[in-house]
């Protein structure tokens, strides 16, 4: 059992108000808070160590360095990567995600495939489409029911030997579905397709295993996670970062650079050009050992308690329409009442002092699948609670009454 009144203490937003009333932040999917470690992390880096990394023999540059180091071993333990080296630090997903759809230039011609997921992420498309672009390949997309399901069937049907790339995301943003990642990666591999999973969602919920999936790829963003905005980790397995060509020159990604040739620097500094976001990534790694002090699984049976409590007292709402209603999912809430634009709803909501989000969630094709503009969505993470959903229930059938 978590001791949630103990958790929220850690998070010193949790004790402000909002138009006059307690702060109910549901946007957890957009971005977590952050808890007081972290942010007593980011002042220490400033006051006590900051220096540029990788580069100086004085003591504040090696200590820089040694706490970015410790941090990306860290996070490859907390993600069972094999190699250190494996681990890059990027500014979030869609930076990991573009730093590989870009690389894949190479390797995808004319007449091959990329594949996606019905509910992607934009920034789980846009990319690929690039890619395909670039290079005259085409874009497949894997289907979905109505209950926001992967149709696993369609996706085995659209697999043969001209797909490279399968890329999808592990829990979508907009629906809260967990995807079967792991059977998407083996049918996927016998095809001969690279598999890149995007764990924006997964990895402030689940925990994750990347050599117990074999993907090939996999990224995520800090801020999602209670870590620093600007922070995110691309894995990738050695083989394929050793073969991806570099994302951007400049210092620390090169061996040797003359103006006839330059080489590159090992793994990970290849794909790490520039100065990082040092404090960042640094308490990215103080983001994880946090989330690990409390305990992924702890986290996923709380928020697992706190969406079927949500599901329940929400579905009792007349006009009611849950959008996301997959067997497997995460504490996400997407819904939309009767008549009503999810805009006007969120409004009324936000004066009540309860953080949703509304719109389409960059994910506009998963709301043309619904054939709705967008939903009111509430995201949970382990410092909710209860009586906070209660409030959400109220504030909504408050803004029925006053817009139905
Ligand atoms: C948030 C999110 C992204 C993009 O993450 P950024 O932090 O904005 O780079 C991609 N995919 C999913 C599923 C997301 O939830």
Same mark, same amino acid.
């Not at 998070?11 to 004790?15: G, M």
């Not at 094999?82 to 080296?85: L, R, S, V, W």
């Not at 697999?159 to 490279?164: I, Y």
């Not at 067997?327 to 504490?331: D, F, H, P, V």
């Given at each position: 059992m978590l001791d949630i009144q103990a958790i929220r203490s850690h998070?010193?937003?949790?004790?402000q108000t909002v138009n006059g009333k307690p702060l109910v932040y549901f946007d957890n999917a957009a971005t977590s808070q952050k808890p007081q470690v972290v942010i007593d992390a980011i002042s220490k880096y400033y006051s006590e160590i900051n220096a540029n990394i990788h580069?100086?023999?004085h003591t504040l540059s090696q200590l820089a360095t040694d706490a970015y180091e410790v941090s990306r071993h860290t996070i490859q333990r907390h993600i069972n990567a094999?190699?250190?080296?494996e681990v890059l630090f990027t500014s979030g997903t869609t930076h990991g995600i573009n730093l590989v759809a870009n690389g894949f230039t190479q390797f995808v011609k004319a007449g091959d495939a990329v594949m996606v997921s019905a509910m992607e992420h934009h920034s789980n498309i846009v990319p690929w489409q690039m890619l395909c672009e670039r290079t005259g390949a085409s874009l497949r997309v894997i289907p979905m029911n109505e209950k926001g399901e992967l149709v696993l069937e369609e996706f085995e049907k659209l697999?043969? @030997?001209?797909? +490279?790339i399968v890329s999808v995301n592990h829990?979508?943003?907009?629906?809260g579905t967990i995807n079967p990642v792991k059977f998407i990666i083996d049918k996927a591999h016998a095809v001969g397709a690279a598999v890149f999973i995007d764990g924006a969602q997964a990895s402030p919920h689940l925990s994750i295993d990347v050599q117990a999936l074999d993907a090939d790829f996999y990224a995520f963003s800090g801020h999602k996670m209670c870590g620093p905005t600007g922070t995110g980790i691309l894995y990738g397995k050695e083989a394929w970062l050793n073969k991806l060509p570099p994302y951007q020159g400049g210092? @620390?990604?090169? +061996?040797e650079v003359t103006f006839e040739k330059t080489t590159y620097a090992d793994?990970?500094?290849?794909?790490?050009?520039?100065?990082?976001h040092i404090a960042g990534g640094i308490v990215l790694g103080t983001a994880v050992d946090y989330l690990n002090s409390i305990g992924l699984d702890n986290i996923a049976a709380y928020e697992h308690e706190l969406l079927e409590y949500g599901t329940q007292k929400l579905s009792e709402i007349e006009g009611i329409q849950l959008v996301g209603t997959a067997?497997?999912?995460?504490?996400v809430l997407s819904f939309n009442l009767a008549g009503i634009h999810p805009y006007d709803v969120g409004t009324i909501v936000d004066k009540m002092g309860i953080a949703v989000r509304t719109g389409h969630h960059c994910a506009q094709p998963v709301m043309n699948a619904f054939c709705i503009p967008g939903t009111i969505r509430a995201s949970f993470a382990f410092y909710n609670t209860k009586q906070e959903i209660d409030a959400l229930i109220a504030a909504v059938k408050k803004a029925q009454m006053m817009l139905g």
């Open positions: 998070f010193p937003i949790l004790t580069r100086g023999v094999k190699h250190a080296h697999l043969d @030997e001209n797909v +490279k829990i979508s943003n907009a629906l210092g @620390e990604m090169i +061996k793994l990970p500094h290849k794909f790490e050009a520039g100065t990082p067997k497997e999912k995460a504490s």
